[in-house]
């Protein structure tokens, strides 16, 4: 079965303190790894697509990267203005192309 | 420039009363997709559609109905609502299989 695994459920760190999101994946079938950002009470925006392991994306203090068998979303001197929940989702392509969504973490920076 | 805009934002309703929330995308994306999100659960699949006209389900389609006669409406009627349904249904676009676009939300409640 299809599976996306994000850790760790939440994080609290201070502005200023680099740090980093895990997402492991099932790799058989896998055509796409995603990342998205959600703010409460709004629909999940776009962040990231990673193709094939070793490839990297970067946009402001954000840098996902992709390995064989999970993906990376480094936050790097974290705002305030970065706290939200960041969600990871594969594409296992197939008749539907859905996304299948891990549970999300709860990113929080104080400053 | 709209993108994708979901109506209403915020529904109660009773069991067993009929439902439709409203999905509008002004990009003429071929992609439109119906996902509903709950704690614990992350965002599911309830239907997809790749066209006019051809819609298909997902993980969780029981309850539910969708139509898409025109490309930018696609539309999820919940035929006899259920305490169960009470969610945060989201809708999403996408020109390709890949990268989806979404909508605000619709937060519903079924008392």
């Known amino acids: 079965e299809d599976q996306v695994t994000q850790s760790p459920e939440a994080l609290r760190l201070q502005e200023g303190e680099s740090s980093s999101l895990n997402c492991s994946y099932t790799?058989?079938?896998?055509?796409?790894l995603f990342w998205y950002r959600q703010d409460p009470g709004k629909g999940p925006e776009f962040l990231f697509t990673?193709?094939?392991a070793g490839e990297e994306k970067e946009k402001e203090r954000l840098k996902a990267t992709l390995t064989k068998k999970e993906s990376f979303l480094h936050i790097t001197a974290p705002k305030p203005e970065d706290s939200a929940t960041y969600l990871c989702?594969?594409?296992?392509?197939?008749?539907?192309?859905?996304?299948?969504f891990g549970k999300g973490t709860k990113l929080s920076v104080k400053p | 420039d709209a993108g994708i805009t979901q109506s209403p934002r915020y529904k109660i309703t009773e069991t067993g009363r009929q439902v439709t929330l409203m999905c509008h995308q002004t990009?003429?994306?071929?992609?439109m997709f119906w996902y509903r999100q709950d704690l614990g659960h992350g965002l599911r699949l309830i239907y997809y559609?790749?066209?006019?006209?051809?819609?298909d389900k997902g993980e969780v389609p029981d309850g539910y109905v969708v139509s898409r006669s025109k490309t930018e409406n696609f539309p999820l009627t919940l035929e006899s609502a259920t305490r169960s349904q009470t969610s945060v249904y989201f809708c999403?676009?996408?020109?390709?299989?890949?990268?989806?676009?979404f909508g605000p939300g619709t937060r519903l409640t079924v008392l």
């Open positions: 990673l193709y094939s």
């Open positions: 559609s790749a066209a006019a006209d051809i819609t």
């Open positions: 790799v058989s079938g896998l055509r796409g």
């Open positions: 999403a676009s996408s020109e390709s299989r890949y990268t989806q676009y």
């Open positions: 989702a594969g594409n296992y392509g197939g008749s539907q192309g859905n996304l299948i």
């Open positions: 990009w003429s994306h071929s992609y």
